[in-house]
T-cell receptor, first 111, second 114 residues
């Protein structure tokens, strides 16, 4: 089976940097995804990590350590529109193509 | 269309009624997934198709849930004899498959069972 943990809620200030952590336990590992979901909307893809290290894409970066079962999503220069839930999802070996999602981290960006 | 579409967007059913939820994936996408998302939770996997073949239905919570994709494109998730615990958002996602694993999600159907 797979177990994914991420904080339930976080608050940050506009213009700041925030790091959202995700730890996972899985019997096999193919890759890790981060999705953004605004309230009442579909999740949208942010990043995919399969190898250790940092992947940077504009204001968003994602880090993976496979040996530690750990990932984080880094959001820089926060904007009000970044207020959303951030979902960590693991693609495990032997699970076909399905993803196992964490419960999501609700980020509130304050002025 | 440009993205994954789902219909209806909202459905209210009386307990015991049958419902059918439709998903139109992105044209050419081989893989199609159904997820159930309860309020304040992440999506939970229900079932997965590759073309018309249902390769994994391990997440379907009971035999009241049934999904099909007869021509490898549009998919329908059917819930028989709905119960209050079935109230959730049902998300459909599709991907190109064949080594490209980014999943594109539809807006979901919010099902409320009264």
């Amino acid at each position: 089976g797979q177990n994914i943990d991420q904080p339930t809620e976080m608050t940050a200030t506009e213009g700041a940097i925030v790091q959202i952590n995700c730890t996972y336990q899985t019997s096999g590992f193919n890759g890790l995804f981060w999705y953004q979901q605004h309230a009442g909307e579909a999740p949208t893809f942010l990043s995919y990590n399969v190898l250790d290290g940092l992947e940077e894409k504009g204001r968003f970066s994602s880090f993976l350590s496979r040996s530690k079962g750990y990932s984080y999503l880094l959001l820089k220069e926060l904007q009000m529109k970044d207020s959303a839930s951030y979902l960590c999802a693991v693609w495990g070996k032997g699970s076909g193509d399905k993803l196992t999602f964490g419960t999501g981290t609700r980020l509130a960006v304050r002025p | 269309g440009a993205g994954v579409s789902q219909s209806p967007r909202y459905k209210v059913a009386k307990r015991g009624q049958d419902v059918a939820l439709r998903c139109d994936p992105i044209s050419g996408h081989v893989s199609l997934f159904w997820y159930q998302q309860a309020l304040g939770q992440g999506p939970e996997f229900l079932t997965y198709f590759q073309n018309e073949a249902q390769l994994d239905k391990s997440g379907l919570p009971s035999d009241r849930f049934f999904a099909e994709r007869p021509e490898g494109s549009v998919s329908t998730l059917k819930i028989q004899r709905t119960q209050q615990e079935d109230s959730a958002v049902y998300l459909c996602a599709s991907s190109l498959g064949q080594g490209n694993y980014e999943q594109y999600f539809g807006p979901g159907t919010r099902l409320t069972v009264t």
